[in-house]
Protein backbone atom coordinates (compact mmCIF):
# COMPACT_ATOMS: atom_id res chain seq x y z
CA UNK A 1 0.00 0.00 0.00
CA UNK A 2 1.16 3.40 -0.48
CA UNK A 3 2.81 5.35 2.67
CA UNK A 4 2.89 9.02 1.60
CA UNK A 5 0.26 11.09 1.65
CA UNK A 6 0.32 15.32 1.24
CA UNK A 7 -2.94 16.48 2.73
CA UNK A 8 -4.37 19.98 1.32
CA UNK A 9 -6.29 21.87 3.50
CA UNK A 10 -5.71 22.54 7.51
CA UNK A 11 -9.66 22.06 8.90
CA UNK A 12 -11.31 19.81 10.94
CA UNK A 13 -11.06 16.54 8.79
CA UNK A 14 -7.82 17.60 7.07
CA UNK A 15 -6.03 17.65 10.77
CA UNK A 16 -7.47 14.73 12.03
CA UNK A 17 -6.56 12.70 9.07
CA UNK A 18 -3.14 13.91 8.94
CA UNK A 19 -2.46 12.74 12.68
CA UNK A 20 -4.59 9.84 12.34
CA UNK A 21 -2.02 8.85 9.14
CA UNK A 22 1.28 9.78 10.93
CA UNK A 23 -0.32 7.23 14.34
CA UNK A 24 -0.88 4.62 11.74
CA UNK A 25 2.96 4.55 10.68
CA UNK A 26 2.06 5.89 7.31
CA UNK A 27 4.30 9.49 5.85
CA UNK A 28 1.64 12.74 5.82
CA UNK A 29 2.36 16.44 5.45
CA UNK A 30 -0.26 19.07 6.40
CA UNK A 31 -0.27 21.55 3.66
CA UNK A 32 -2.69 24.84 3.33
CA UNK A 33 -5.56 24.16 1.61
CA UNK A 34 -5.43 27.82 -0.05
CA UNK A 35 -2.80 29.15 -1.93
CA UNK A 36 -1.19 25.67 -1.27
CA UNK A 37 -0.79 24.89 -4.98
CA UNK A 38 2.47 26.25 -5.11
CA UNK A 39 3.48 24.87 -1.84
CA UNK A 40 1.91 21.19 -3.50
CA UNK A 41 3.79 21.06 -6.44
CA UNK A 42 6.61 21.47 -4.86
CA UNK A 43 6.39 18.46 -2.44
CA UNK A 44 5.22 16.51 -5.26
CA UNK A 45 8.57 17.36 -6.80
CA UNK A 46 10.27 15.94 -3.95
CA UNK A 47 8.08 12.71 -3.22
CA UNK A 48 6.66 11.50 -6.71
CA UNK A 49 3.90 9.21 -6.21
CA UNK A 50 2.46 10.24 -2.78
CA UNK A 51 -1.12 10.24 -2.84
CA UNK A 52 -2.86 13.99 -2.87
CA UNK A 53 -5.86 14.25 -0.42
CA UNK A 54 -8.15 16.77 -0.98
CA UNK A 55 -9.31 18.02 2.56
CA UNK A 56 -11.59 21.07 1.67
CA UNK A 57 -14.50 22.37 1.84
CA UNK A 58 -17.06 20.68 -0.89
CA UNK A 59 -17.51 23.83 -3.17
CA UNK A 60 -14.09 24.03 -3.38
CA UNK A 61 -13.45 20.34 -4.61
CA UNK A 62 -13.61 21.08 -8.09
CA UNK A 63 -11.82 24.35 -8.74
CA UNK A 64 -9.06 22.93 -6.71
CA UNK A 65 -9.22 19.68 -9.00
CA UNK A 66 -8.77 22.04 -12.29
CA UNK A 67 -6.33 24.78 -10.77
CA UNK A 68 -4.52 21.34 -9.93
CA UNK A 69 -5.15 20.13 -13.27
CA UNK A 70 -3.75 23.37 -15.42
CA UNK A 71 -0.63 23.95 -13.11
CA UNK A 72 1.48 21.06 -14.21
CA UNK A 73 0.39 17.80 -12.07
CA UNK A 74 2.20 15.33 -13.59
CA UNK A 75 -0.02 12.41 -15.31
CA UNK A 76 -0.51 9.24 -12.87
CA UNK A 77 -0.40 11.58 -9.98
CA UNK A 78 -2.83 10.03 -7.41
CA UNK A 79 -5.69 12.71 -6.10
CA UNK A 80 -8.50 11.42 -3.56
CA UNK A 81 -11.28 14.11 -2.33
CA UNK A 82 -13.25 12.94 1.70
CA UNK A 83 -16.72 14.45 0.33
CA UNK A 84 -19.56 11.88 0.75
CA UNK A 85 -22.10 13.55 -0.98
CA UNK A 86 -19.94 14.32 -4.28
CA UNK A 87 -18.99 11.25 -6.66
CA UNK A 88 -15.48 11.46 -8.51
CA UNK A 89 -17.14 13.65 -11.48
CA UNK A 90 -15.22 17.18 -9.64
CA UNK A 91 -12.48 15.35 -10.06
CA UNK A 92 -12.57 14.35 -13.91
CA UNK A 93 -10.07 17.51 -14.70
CA UNK A 94 -7.48 15.70 -13.12
CA UNK A 95 -8.83 12.47 -14.54
CA UNK A 96 -8.61 14.33 -17.98
CA UNK A 97 -5.08 15.30 -17.24
CA UNK A 98 -4.49 11.92 -16.25
CA UNK A 99 -4.11 10.84 -13.14
CA UNK A 100 -6.14 8.63 -10.74
CA UNK A 101 -8.84 9.61 -8.96
CA UNK A 102 -10.49 8.35 -5.94
CA UNK A 103 -13.23 9.46 -2.60
CA UNK A 104 -12.15 8.56 0.70
CA UNK A 105 -15.41 9.52 3.18
CA UNK A 106 -15.16 8.07 7.27
CA UNK A 107 -18.75 8.26 7.82
CA UNK A 108 -17.80 10.01 10.96
CA UNK A 109 -18.52 13.61 12.30
CA UNK A 110 -15.60 16.01 12.89
CA UNK A 111 -16.77 18.81 14.27
CA UNK A 112 -13.36 19.86 15.04
CA UNK A 113 -10.15 17.96 15.01
CA UNK A 114 -9.95 14.43 16.83
CA UNK A 115 -7.65 11.66 17.98
CA UNK A 116 -6.95 9.06 15.62
CA UNK A 117 -9.05 7.00 17.59
CA UNK A 118 -12.25 8.56 15.98
CA UNK A 119 -11.74 6.41 12.83
CA UNK A 120 -11.68 3.24 14.43
CA UNK A 121 -14.63 1.24 13.67
CA UNK A 122 -15.84 3.39 11.21
CA UNK A 123 -16.78 3.01 7.89
CA UNK A 124 -15.23 4.64 4.18
CA UNK A 125 -17.59 5.05 1.74
CA UNK A 126 -14.78 4.56 -1.34
CA UNK A 127 -14.57 4.71 -4.88
CA UNK A 128 -11.78 5.28 -6.92
CA UNK A 129 -10.95 5.08 -10.47
CA UNK A 130 -8.64 2.18 -11.18
CA UNK A 131 -9.62 -1.15 -9.17
CA UNK A 132 -5.89 -0.48 -7.95
CA UNK A 133 -6.80 1.92 -6.08
CA UNK A 134 -10.04 0.96 -4.85
CA UNK A 135 -8.29 -1.85 -3.23
CA UNK A 136 -5.26 0.17 -2.21
CA UNK A 137 -8.20 2.48 -0.18
CA UNK A 138 -9.51 -0.04 1.37
CA UNK A 139 -6.39 -1.19 2.88
CA UNK A 140 -6.08 2.26 3.87
CA UNK A 141 -9.37 2.12 5.49
CA UNK A 142 -8.40 -1.01 7.17
CA UNK A 143 -4.69 0.79 8.88
CA UNK A 144 -7.16 3.41 10.19
CA UNK A 145 -8.84 1.06 11.94
CA UNK A 146 -11.54 1.25 9.75
CA UNK A 147 -13.77 -1.18 7.11
CA UNK A 148 -14.63 0.39 3.63
CA UNK A 149 -17.78 -0.04 0.99
CA UNK A 150 -17.56 1.25 -2.12
CA UNK A 151 -20.66 4.04 -2.78
CA UNK A 152 -20.58 4.94 -6.40
CA UNK A 153 -21.93 8.18 -7.81
CA UNK A 154 -25.01 7.28 -8.39
CA UNK A 155 -25.59 6.33 -4.53
CA UNK A 156 -23.77 9.30 -3.04
CA UNK A 157 -26.78 11.27 -2.57
CA UNK A 158 -28.67 8.69 -0.98
CA UNK A 159 -25.43 7.54 0.80
CA UNK A 160 -24.97 10.93 2.00
CA UNK A 161 -28.36 11.72 3.02
CA UNK A 162 -28.44 9.09 5.29
CA UNK A 163 -25.24 9.89 6.98
CA UNK A 164 -26.50 13.77 7.68
CA UNK A 165 -29.81 12.85 8.88
CA UNK A 166 -28.27 10.34 11.79
CA UNK A 167 -25.68 12.84 12.44
CA UNK A 168 -27.33 16.02 12.44
CA UNK A 169 -30.68 15.11 13.40
CA UNK A 170 -29.54 13.14 16.69
CA UNK A 171 -29.13 16.86 17.90
CA UNK A 172 -32.28 18.06 16.54
CA UNK A 173 -33.71 15.22 18.31
CA UNK A 174 -32.20 16.62 21.50
CA UNK A 175 -33.16 19.99 20.72
CA UNK A 176 -37.00 18.80 20.50
CA UNK A 177 -36.81 17.02 23.93
CA UNK A 178 -35.22 19.94 25.48
CA UNK A 179 -38.00 22.22 23.52
CA UNK A 180 -40.74 19.79 25.57
CA UNK A 181 -38.62 20.24 28.97
CA UNK A 182 -38.25 23.49 28.60
CA UNK A 183 -42.40 24.25 28.75
CA UNK A 184 -42.33 22.65 31.89
CA UNK A 185 -39.83 25.20 33.16
CA UNK A 186 -36.32 23.45 32.78
CA UNK A 187 -33.24 25.46 31.43
CA UNK A 188 -32.01 23.94 27.70
CA UNK A 189 -28.79 23.00 29.74
CA UNK A 190 -30.77 21.40 32.55
CA UNK A 191 -32.35 19.15 29.99
CA UNK A 192 -29.11 18.39 27.84
CA UNK A 193 -28.06 16.80 30.99
CA UNK A 194 -31.08 14.61 31.51
CA UNK A 195 -31.15 13.51 27.84
CA UNK A 196 -27.71 12.97 26.67
CA UNK A 197 -27.35 9.65 29.52
CA UNK A 198 -30.86 8.50 27.83
CA UNK A 199 -29.64 9.22 24.22
CA UNK A 200 -26.54 7.06 25.06
CA UNK A 201 -28.41 4.11 26.46
CA UNK A 202 -30.64 4.57 23.27
CA UNK A 203 -27.36 4.11 21.25
CA UNK A 204 -26.11 1.27 23.20
CA UNK A 205 -29.76 -0.40 22.74
CA UNK A 206 -29.81 -0.16 19.08
CA UNK A 207 -26.39 -1.62 18.92
CA UNK A 208 -27.49 -4.66 20.67
CA UNK A 209 -30.83 -5.35 19.58
CA UNK A 210 -30.69 -3.59 16.08
CA UNK A 211 -33.86 -2.84 14.74
CA UNK A 212 -37.41 -3.05 15.14
CA UNK A 213 -35.89 -4.70 18.64
CA UNK A 214 -34.62 -1.72 19.79
CA UNK A 215 -38.04 0.59 19.88
CA UNK A 216 -39.46 0.92 23.60
CA UNK A 217 -41.55 3.27 24.48
CA UNK A 218 -45.53 3.72 24.47
CA UNK A 219 -46.13 3.29 20.90
CA UNK A 220 -44.35 -0.42 20.83
CA UNK A 221 -45.59 -1.43 23.81
CA UNK A 222 -49.50 -0.25 22.57
CA UNK A 223 -50.21 2.15 25.01
CA UNK A 224 -52.97 4.75 22.99
CA UNK A 225 -53.83 6.90 26.09
CA UNK A 226 -50.22 7.92 27.05
CA UNK A 227 -49.67 9.36 23.19
CA UNK A 228 -52.79 10.98 23.51
CA UNK A 229 -51.98 12.66 26.70
CA UNK A 230 -48.67 13.52 24.85
CA UNK A 231 -50.75 14.98 22.06
CA UNK A 232 -52.52 17.30 23.92
CA UNK A 233 -49.30 18.44 26.33
CA UNK A 234 -48.00 19.66 22.92
CA UNK A 235 -50.80 21.30 22.21
CA UNK A 236 -50.90 23.30 25.05
CA UNK A 237 -47.17 24.09 25.31
CA UNK A 238 -46.13 27.81 24.33
CA UNK A 239 -42.82 27.62 22.19
CA UNK A 240 -43.79 24.29 20.84
CA UNK A 241 -42.55 25.00 17.79
CA UNK A 242 -42.32 21.76 15.29
CA UNK A 243 -42.77 19.36 18.06
CA UNK A 244 -46.15 18.97 17.14
CA UNK A 245 -45.04 17.63 13.50
CA UNK A 246 -41.27 15.93 15.05
CA UNK A 247 -43.29 13.92 16.92
CA UNK A 248 -46.27 12.66 14.83
CA UNK A 249 -43.87 12.25 11.71
CA UNK A 250 -41.25 10.18 14.27
CA UNK A 251 -44.49 8.37 15.87
CA UNK A 252 -45.66 6.98 12.52
CA UNK A 253 -42.34 5.64 12.15
CA UNK A 254 -42.34 4.33 15.43
CA UNK A 255 -45.59 2.78 14.12
CA UNK A 256 -44.15 0.78 11.34
CA UNK A 257 -41.75 0.04 13.69
CA UNK A 258 -44.04 -1.50 16.81
CA UNK A 259 -45.91 -3.28 13.87
CA UNK A 260 -42.87 -5.23 12.46
CA UNK A 261 -42.11 -5.68 16.13
CA UNK A 262 -45.28 -7.91 16.54
CA UNK A 263 -47.80 -5.30 17.98
CA UNK A 264 -51.33 -6.50 17.03
CA UNK A 265 -53.17 -4.75 13.65
CA UNK A 266 -56.24 -3.13 15.91
CA UNK A 267 -53.56 -1.23 18.21
CA UNK A 268 -51.32 -0.17 14.86
CA UNK A 269 -54.68 1.22 13.43
CA UNK A 270 -55.61 3.36 16.08
CA UNK A 271 -52.35 4.32 16.97
CA UNK A 272 -51.69 5.81 13.47
CA UNK A 273 -54.73 7.78 13.62
CA UNK A 274 -54.01 9.12 16.47
CA UNK A 275 -51.15 10.49 15.25
CA UNK A 276 -52.18 11.67 11.97
CA UNK A 277 -51.44 15.11 11.46
CA UNK A 278 -54.14 17.70 12.99
CA UNK A 279 -56.39 18.88 10.35
CA UNK A 280 -56.34 23.13 11.03
CA UNK A 281 -60.02 23.88 9.33
CA UNK A 282 -59.30 27.49 8.32
CA UNK A 283 -62.58 29.94 9.42
N1 LIG B 1 -15.91 17.68 9.26
C1 LIG B 1 -16.56 16.53 9.11
O1 LIG B 1 -17.26 16.06 10.02
C2 LIG B 1 -16.38 15.75 7.83
C3 LIG B 1 -16.77 14.38 7.85
C4 LIG B 1 -16.62 13.63 6.69
C5 LIG B 1 -16.14 14.23 5.53
N2 LIG B 1 -15.81 15.56 5.53
C6 LIG B 1 -15.28 16.15 4.28
O2 LIG B 1 -13.96 16.59 4.47
C7 LIG B 1 -13.68 17.70 3.61
C8 LIG B 1 -13.13 18.83 4.45
O3 LIG B 1 -14.11 19.19 5.40
P1 LIG B 1 -13.73 19.90 6.80
O4 LIG B 1 -14.91 19.72 7.68
O5 LIG B 1 -12.40 19.44 7.26
O6 LIG B 1 -13.66 21.41 6.33
P2 LIG B 1 -13.06 22.66 7.13
O7 LIG B 1 -12.85 22.35 8.55
O8 LIG B 1 -13.92 23.81 6.74
O9 LIG B 1 -11.60 22.84 6.50
C9 LIG B 1 -11.38 22.91 5.16
C10 LIG B 1 -10.00 23.50 4.90
O10 LIG B 1 -9.91 23.69 3.50
C11 LIG B 1 -9.19 24.90 3.21
N3 LIG B 1 -10.04 25.75 2.40
C12 LIG B 1 -11.10 26.50 2.76
N4 LIG B 1 -11.65 27.10 1.69
C13 LIG B 1 -10.88 26.73 0.61
C14 LIG B 1 -10.92 27.04 -0.76
N5 LIG B 1 -11.87 27.83 -1.28
N6 LIG B 1 -9.99 26.48 -1.57
C15 LIG B 1 -9.03 25.67 -1.07
N7 LIG B 1 -8.94 25.35 0.24
C16 LIG B 1 -9.85 25.87 1.07
C17 LIG B 1 -8.81 25.52 4.55
O11 LIG B 1 -7.51 25.02 4.83
P3 LIG B 1 -6.27 26.00 5.12
O12 LIG B 1 -6.59 26.66 6.42
O13 LIG B 1 -5.12 25.06 5.16
O14 LIG B 1 -6.24 26.98 3.96
C18 LIG B 1 -9.77 24.88 5.53
O15 LIG B 1 -9.23 24.78 6.80
C19 LIG B 1 -15.00 18.03 2.91
O16 LIG B 1 -15.02 17.40 1.65
C20 LIG B 1 -16.05 17.40 3.82
O17 LIG B 1 -17.25 17.02 3.15
C21 LIG B 1 -15.91 16.33 6.66
Request: net charge neutral; hydrophobic share 45%; aromatic share 4%.
Amino acid sequence: MNDRFLVLGRGRLGNSLHTALLAAGLRSQLLPGRHGVATLRQRLGENPGAYVILAVPDPAVQSVASVLATSGVRPGTTVIHLSGSLGLGPLDPLRTAGCAVGAFHPLQSFPEPRPPEAFRGSLFGIDASSEALLAELDDLATALGGLSRRVRDEQRALYHLAASMVSSYMACLADQGATALRAAGWSRAEALEALIPLMTGAVDNLAAHGLPGALIGPIRRGDPDTVQRHLAAIATASHGGHLDAVYRTLGMVAVDLAAEAGLDAGRVTELAKLLRPAVSIAG
